[in-house]
């Protein structure tokens, strides 16, 4: 129950504006390339709509992943409303929870408006919904909810430019991870590939997550590609919270 209040009280500060912002962006963004491609094949414009669509999602979610993960905490911090919670009857734990939370919500609303807006777009070119796009926006939502996670636990205790640096790298090289494997097996022989094995093995393959080439150019893709997505980002997610709640627990607030 004190997780729930939490997380409402979260979703209430979030989803001020910020919601409808994202929605504007991402809304004139496709009116903008509708522009641009409009003298191409009606192919080549709905998979470049569908495909800008895709990224765009997962770069806005990414922004606002670290933008307001964040800074939440920040101002927490901040405006000393966090050191509430040792005078009142709510575990650390259960703050850590609902403030993420209270967060995954928020991203959901912008992950579904923008969905509708890109489902919209497309339908307009070729007259018919692809729903073969939703695998692909479910996980990347699963996506963002991983990058909220490390967000939360990098600002617990690192400052808000730091915070935001490792943020971003980590979605880098989530997204390198495969690359990174691939030159230690080309080139075996190099001092530092250790290293480059000890980052491939403890951070996230966010490629594991990434649909978006399939659903666009509808490609065959494994059976379970999309159970498997769910089940290892959400693992991650576990895992992380924990992590940060442990930190927070250890952190001294007075």
Same mark, same amino acid.
């Given at each position: 129950?004190?997780?729930?209040?939490?997380?409402?009280?979260?979703?209430?500060?979030?989803?001020?504006?910020?919601?409808?912002?994202?929605?504007?962006?991402?809304?004139?963004?496709?009116?903008?390339?509708?522009?641009?491609?409009?003298?191409?094949?009606?192919?080549?414009?709905?998979?470049?709509?569908?495909?800008?669509?895709?990224?765009?999602?997962?770069?806005?979610?990414?922004?606002?992943?670290?933008?307001?993960?964040?800074?939440?905490?920040?101002?927490?911090?901040?405006?000393?409303?966090?050191?509430?919670?040792?005078?009142?009857?709510?575990?650390?734990?259960?703050?850590?929870?609902?403030?993420?939370?209270?967060?995954?919500?928020?991203?959901?609303?912008?992950?579904?408006?923008?969905?509708?807006?890109?489902?919209?777009?497309?339908?307009?070119?070729?007259?018919?919904?692809?729903?073969?796009?939703?695998?692909?926006?479910?996980?990347?939502?699963?996506?963002?909810?991983?990058?909220?996670?490390?967000?939360?636990?990098?600002?617990?205790?690192?400052?808000?430019?730091?915070?935001?640096?490792?943020?971003?790298?980590?979605?880098?090289?989530?997204?390198?991870?495969?690359?990174?494997?691939?030159?230690?097996?080309?080139?075996?022989?190099? #001092?530092?590939?250790?290293? +480059?094995? &000890?980052?491939?093995? %403890? !951070?996230?393959?966010? $490629?594991?997550?990434? *649909? /978006?080439?399939?659903?666009?150019?509808?490609?065959?893709?494994?059976?379970?590609?999309?159970?498997?997505?769910?089940?290892? #980002?959400?693992?991650?997610? +576990?895992? &992380?919270?924990?992590? %940060? !709640?442990?930190?927070? $627990?250890?952190?001294? *607030? /007075?």
């Amino acid at each position: 129950m004190r997780v729930c209040a939490v997380a409402l009280n979260t979703f209430k500060e979030t989803v001020r504006n910020r919601v409808l912002l994202n929605i504007l962006f991402f809304a004139v963004g496709l009116i903008l390339l509708s522009l641009v491609v409009g003298d191409w094949s009606l192919y080549e414009q709905v998979k470049v709509i569908k495909d800008f669509g895709l990224s765009a999602m997962s770069i806005f979610g990414l922004l606002i992943a670290i933008f307001i993960g964040i800074r939440l905490m920040v101002q927490e911090m901040e405006q000393k409303t966090v050191y509430l919670i040792v005078s009142k009857p709510i575990r650390r734990w259960e703050f850590v929870i609902g403030k993420y939370l209270g967060l995954a919500v928020t991203l959901a609303l912008n992950v579904l408006f923008m969905s509708i807006a890109l489902w919209a777009a497309a339908f307009m070119m070729e007259g018919t919904i692809d729903w073969g796009l939703a695998p692909a926006i479910l996980l990347i939502y699963v996506e963002i909810l991983l990058i909220v996670a490390f967000a939360l636990l990098f600002s617990s205790f690192m400052t808000p430019t730091l915070s935001a640096l490792a943020t971003l790298i980590v979605f880098v090289i989530g997204h390198l991870s495969e690359f990174l494997l691939d030159f230690v097996k080309l080139y075996p022989d190099k #001092g530092y590939h250790w290293l +480059l094995r &000890l980052i491939y093995y %403890t !951070a996230p393959n966010l $490629e594991k997550l990434n *649909l /978006k080439m399939a659903v666009v150019e509808h490609l065959e893709r494994p059976p379970h590609d999309v159970a498997y997505g769910l089940v290892y #980002g959400l693992a991650y997610m +576990l895992i &992380l919270l924990l992590v %940060t !709640a442990a930190v927070f $627990e250890r952190k001294d *607030l /007075k």
